[in-house]
């Protein structure tokens, strides 16, 4: 009786071979074996150069995602720190150019405070700075007002100048503030002469627009384009020598015995805030004047001289009887 062939049996012989470990501890010495070679002879070089190139597309398909990925991500990075910096470049130079006016705000301030201050020095009267709070806009009404009232002594009539030349005048005091009158305002008058061959006039305010005239001068007065026209000094309001204006033309009518003189004035408040105002001669300092000159005229006056005094007679001898 022939006995059955168990197919587990058969299977079982066809994978009977060495152990896991067998194996591992072989494989292990191969590849040691093949690196040690390698190292020494070089044989495998073309043949893993071959398989990197061979290999490479797959690299390259297998890191496509992940390059795709980092690409977009920088793109995105980098487009939005571009935004912001330029966002951020953008409010500097916002705040640059701001601070650049100012600066040049502050600097022709200085420029302007330092002419002030230049101005008071070289005036004999007091003066005070002030500082323009309103400019009227009636266009045929010159005015202004400024910071300094009866609170801080300021009385009408004082002159206003700024660091390059005579402004106008006070004409009305509050407690806190003044008005002053600008000497293109058609109700102000000024005496100037010509800085050139010193011929006094008057000046009067166009009224109509930034310019002054000299009326009532003869049509051969002797007056060119370009003299400057300067504070005479006789109504004891303006100091001698402030700049006043420049003739810009002189004309004569045949009609008119009258030369026409349009002068410019040199100073303006269109510049600047700042303005000094004058102060007035106290009319205690002139009676001090005149009293030190009465005292100095009585104390060098020549002294009358008494008569001298009348010589004694000598005696008369007496007589002998």
């Given at each position: 009786m022939?006995r059955?062939?168990?197919p587990q049996?058969?299977q079982?012989?066809?994978v009977?071979?060495?152990?896991?470990?067998?194996?591992?501890v072989?494989f292990?010495a191969?590849s040691?074996?093949?690196m040690?070679?390698?190292?020494?002879?070089?044989?495998?070089?073309e043949?893993?150069q071959?398989?990197?190139?061979?290999l490479?597309?797959l690299?390259?398909?297998?890191n496509a995602?992940?390059?795709?990925?980092?690409a977009?991500?920088?793109?995105?990075?980098?487009h939005?720190?571009?935004l912001k910096e330029?966002?951020?470049l953008?409010q500097?130079?916002l705040?640059?150019?701001a601070e650049l006016?100012?600066?040049k705000s502050?600097?022709n301030?200085?420029?302007?405070?330092?002419?002030?201050?230049?101005a008071?020095?070289a005036?004999?009267q007091?003066?005070?700075?002030?500082?323009i709070?309103?400019?009227g806009?009636d266009?045929f009404?010159?005015?202004?007002?400024?910071?300094?009232?009866a609170?801080?002594?300021?009385?009408a009539?004082?002159?206003?100048?700024d660091?390059t030349?005579?402004?106008g005048?006070v004409?009305?005091?509050y407690?806190?503030s003044?008005e002053?009158?600008?000497?293109t305002?058609?109700?102000?008058?000024?005496p100037?002469?010509i800085e050139?061959?010193?011929?006094r006039a008057?000046?009067f305010g166009?009224?109509?627009?930034?310019?002054?005239?000299l009326p009532?001068l003869?049509?051969?007065?002797?007056i060119r384009?370009?003299d400057?026209?300067?504070?005479?000094?006789?109504?004891g309001?303006?100091?001698?020598?402030?700049?006043?204006a420049e003739?810009?033309?002189?004309?004569?009518?045949?009609?008119?015995?009258?030369?026409?003189?349009?002068?410019?004035?040199?100073?303006g408040i269109e510049?600047h805030r700042?303005v000094?105002?004058?102060?007035?001669?106290?009319?205690?300092?002139?009676s001090?004047v005149a009293?030190n000159?009465?005292t100095?005229?009585?104390?060098?006056a020549?002294?009358?001289a008494?008569?001298?005094?009348?010589?004694?007679?000598p005696?008369?001898?007496?007589?002998?009887?």
């Amino acid at each position: 009786m022939r006995r059955a062939i168990n197919p587990q049996h058969t299977q079982a012989f066809f994978v009977r071979g060495p152990s896991p470990f067998a194996r591992l501890v072989l494989f292990a010495a191969l590849s040691l074996t093949l690196m040690a070679t390698d190292s020494r002879l070089h044989y495998l070089t073309e043949i893993r150069q071959g398989l990197i190139a061979l290999l490479h597309p797959l690299q390259m398909v297998a890191n496509a995602p992940f390059n795709a990925y980092q690409a977009t991500s920088e793109y995105l990075s980098t487009h939005n720190t571009l935004l912001k910096e330029n966002t951020e470049l953008k409010q500097q130079a916002l705040f640059q150019s701001a601070e650049l006016q100012r600066l040049k705000s502050l600097e022709n301030e200085n420029a302007n405070l330092r002419n002030l201050l230049g101005a008071a020095q070289a005036s004999k009267q007091p003066a005070k700075l002030g500082e323009i709070l309103h400019m009227g806009r009636d266009p045929f009404v010159h005015r202004i007002v400024v910071n300094l009232g009866a609170h801080h002594d300021i009385v009408a009539g004082q002159a206003v100048i700024d660091g390059t030349g005579v402004i106008g005048q006070v004409t009305r005091v509050y407690p806190f503030s003044s008005e002053v009158t600008l000497i293109t305002d058609k109700d102000l008058a000024i005496p100037v002469q010509i800085e050139r061959n010193a011929l006094r006039a008057i000046a009067f305010g166009h009224g109509r627009d930034t310019s002054i005239d000299l009326p009532y001068l003869p049509a051969n007065v002797d007056i060119r384009q370009g003299d400057k026209l300067v504070t005479s000094g006789i109504d004891g309001i303006y100091p001698t020598g402030l700049t006043v204006a420049e003739v810009v033309s002189v004309s004569s009518n045949a009609n008119s015995p009258f030369a026409h003189i349009v002068c410019k004035p040199v100073a303006g408040i269109e510049n600047h805030r700042q303005v000094l105002l004058l102060g007035l001669q106290q009319p205690e300092a002139a009676s001090g004047v005149a009293a030190n000159a009465a005292t100095t005229t009585k104390e060098t006056a020549p002294v009358k001289a008494s008569p001298p005094p009348k010589p004694i007679a000598p005696a008369k001898p007496n007589a002998r009887h």
